[in-house]
C-alpha cells in the first residue's frame, strides 16, 4: 500500500511503525471472510481493509480523528483473526494499538462515553475496587430489565449488570504474594500472573494453577508488585495508564528473573499473555526496554508450559466431552492452539472444536460492555456452536470468555481447572455440574 507520510511525520517513531505496517498490506481483502464483524454488518469499513485504509488517512492528515473512523475502529473486536488470515504480515495488532492510542489523544468523545470508559478503567485493573463493584453489580442485576431506552449507555449498564455474576466468590488464600513450594523434588521455578479482574471472578482458576504447577515440583512466585497486565487500558487507548500497569510488572519480574531465575512467567488469561508477550514492542523505546524483553521472552501460556513441562494425569479418564473453545488471544494472538486440545485429551476427556472456531465469542476485554449489541450476536453464535456439539463441558483459556459464555445451557471451566483435576486436584464446580453431581 503506497502511503505519504511527511519526513517531519516518519521522525515520530509510532508513525513510522504504523507507516512500515501499512506498506506491508496489499489490499488483496483475504482479511475480510474472516472478520468477525465484516461477517455480521457487511461493511467494508468494519472489516480489517476497509479499518487499514481508515486508519492510514487519518495518520496522514494529521489531524483529530473523526466520528466515522471512531465508530468503525471502536467497533474493531482486537481479535487479531485478520492477523492469522493475512498472507501479508500484516501487524494489524500494532497498528490498531496505535490508532486507539492516537483516537484517545485527538477525538472528544460524548462525555457519556467517555464517562463510562473512564469507570471501566477506574474499576477493572483494581482487585479490592472491582470487587466492591461487582457486589453492587450482582445485587442490582435483578433490575436490568427495568433500565429504560435503547440509548448506548442504556444498553451498555444492562450489558454491565448481566455480566455480573450471581454470587462473588471471597478472595483467595492462594494469591497473597510470596512463594509457593514445589512438592516433592524440585524441577525449577515459575513467576504467576494472578492479574486483576480474573482473581475477583474466579480465584479457582489461580489456586488451580498453583496446586498444579506445585505438584508437578515448580516453586511458584507471585510477586506483590505485580498487577494488571496493562491489556483493558491498552485496548482502549490509554496508553500512560497501561504503561504503568506494565511497567509494575516488568521490573517486579526482573528483579526476580536477575535475583533467583525463573523457567517461565505463566499467565492464565489468554487476553493478559498476549499483551504480555508484547512488553518487548510496548516498552522499545524506553528505559526498560531490555527488561521487558526478557519479561515478554519468559512468558508462557499456563498450557504451553504444561506441554513443555510434560503434564502427566494421575486420574481414570473422566468420560466426559468438552467443547473446546479456542480464545482469539489465545489461537490468534499467541498462535497457542494445538497444547490446550492435546493436554484435554492426554487428561482423559473427549474434545470436540465447534464450527467457526476461529471467529470471536465477543468478549474482546471490556468490548461486550462499550459494544453489547454486536457481542451479543456473537455470543448466541458461538453458543450455539459449541452446544451443537453436545458437551458436558465449554472449556476456555481466558476469563472474558468464560463471562461471555457462561449463563448458557452446559457449564463453562477453564482449560487448568480440568488439567489440575485429572492429575490430582479438586473436582471443579463445573464438572461436578456436568455429572449432575
Ligand atoms: S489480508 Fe493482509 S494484505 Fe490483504 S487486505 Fe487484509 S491486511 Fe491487507
Ligand atoms: S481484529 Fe478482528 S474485528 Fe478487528 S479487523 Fe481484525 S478480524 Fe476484524
Known amino acids: 500500500m503506497q502511503t505519504s507520510f511527511t519526513p517531519e511525520q516518519l521522525r515520530d517513531p509510532d508513525i513510522a511503525e504504523s507507516n512500515r505496517i501499512l506498506r506491508t498490506c496489499v489490499h488483496c481483502g483475504m ?19 476497509g479499518r487499514i485504509y481508515l486508519i492510514k488517512d487519518m495518520l496522514e492528515s494529521g489531524r483529530p480523528a473523526t466520528e466515522e473512523v471512531v465508530r468503525h475502529v471502536d467497533r474493531c473486536l482486537s481479535c487479531l483473526s485478520c492477523m492469522t488470515t493475512c498472507p501479508s504480515g500484516v501487524n494489524y495488532m500494532h497498528l490498531v494499538d496505535h490508532a486507539r492510542t492516537y483516537i484517545e489523544d485527538t477525538y472528544a468523545r460524548p462525555w457519556p462515553d467517555r464517562a463510562m470508559r473512564r469507570l471501566l478503567a477506574f474499576l477493572l485493573p483494581s482487585v479490592w475496587r472491582f470487587r466492591v463493584a461487582l457486589i453492587g453489580a450482582s445485587l442490582a442485576r435483578p433490575l436490568a430489565r427495568l433500565i429504560p431506552g435503547r440509548s448506548a449507555t442504556a444498553e451498555r449498564l444492562r450489558a454491565m449488570l448481566r455480566l455480573a455474576p450471581a454470587h462473588v466468590p471471597g478472595p483467595s488464600a492462594m494469591e497473597r504474594p510470596g512463594v509457593f513450594r514445589a512438592q516433592g523434588p524440585r524441577k525449577g521455578r515459575v513467576a504467576l500472573l494472578v492479574g486483576c479482574a480474573q482473581q475477583v471472578l474466579a480465584p479457582s482458576i489461580n489456586e488451580a494453577t498453583i496446586r498444579l504447577f506445585t505438584r508437578m515440583g515448580y516453586d511458584v512466585v507471585v510477586r506483590r508488585e505485580q498487577g494488571c497486565c496493562g491489556a483493558l487500558t491498552h485496548h482502549m487507548g490509554m496508553r500512560a495508564a497501561a504503561m504503568r500497569a506494565a511497567r509494575a510488572n516488568i521490573l517486579a519480574w526482573h528483579d526476580e528473573i536477575t535475583r533467583e531465575g525463573l523457567d517461565a512467567i505463566l499467565i492464565n488469561a489468554s487476553g493478559c499473555g498476549t499483551t504480555v ?13 531490555a527488561a521487558a524483553a526478557a519479561v515478554s521472552a519468559l512468558a508462557l501460556d ?17 468420560g466426559l466431552t468438552v467443547a473446546y473453545h479456542s480464545a482469539c488471544s489465545l489461537q490468534h494472538g499467541q498462535k497457542v492452539t494445538a497444547e490446550p486440545v492435546a493436554l484435554l485429551r492426554r487428561a482423559g476427556f473427549a474434545v470436540a472444536t465447534p464450527k467457526d472456531a476461529h471467529l470471536c465469542c465477543g468478549s474482546a ?8 449489541v ?17 458437551p458436558d463441558l465449554i472449556a476456555a483459556g481466558n476469563i472474558g470468555c468464560l463471562t461471555q459464555l457462561s449463563g448458557g445451557a452446559v457449564p463453562t471451566v477453564h482449560t487448568i481447572e480440568l488439567l489440575d483435576w485429572m492429575a490430582g486436584g479438586p473436582q471443579p464446580a463445573a464438572g461436578g455440574a456436568a455429572r449432575g453431581a
Open 365 to 372: 476485554g471490556t468490548y461486550n460492555i462499550l459494544q453489547p
Open 277 to 289: 508477550k508484547d512488553y518487548g514492542h510496548m516498552f522499545r523505546q524506553e528505559p526498560e526496554a
Open 302 to 318: 499456563v498450557t504451553e508450559a504444561l506441554w513443555r513441562f510434560g503434564y502427566r494425569p494421575t486420574r481414570e479418564p473422566p
Open 31 to 49: 482479511c475480510t471472510a474472516t472478520c468477525p464483524t465484516f461477517l455480521l454488518l457487511g461493511d467494508e469499513l468494519d472489516s480489517p481493509r
Open 374 to 390: 454486536i457481542a451479543g450476536r456473537l455470543r448466541a453464535r458461538k453458543l450455539a456452536a459449541l452446544e451443537a456439539l453436545k
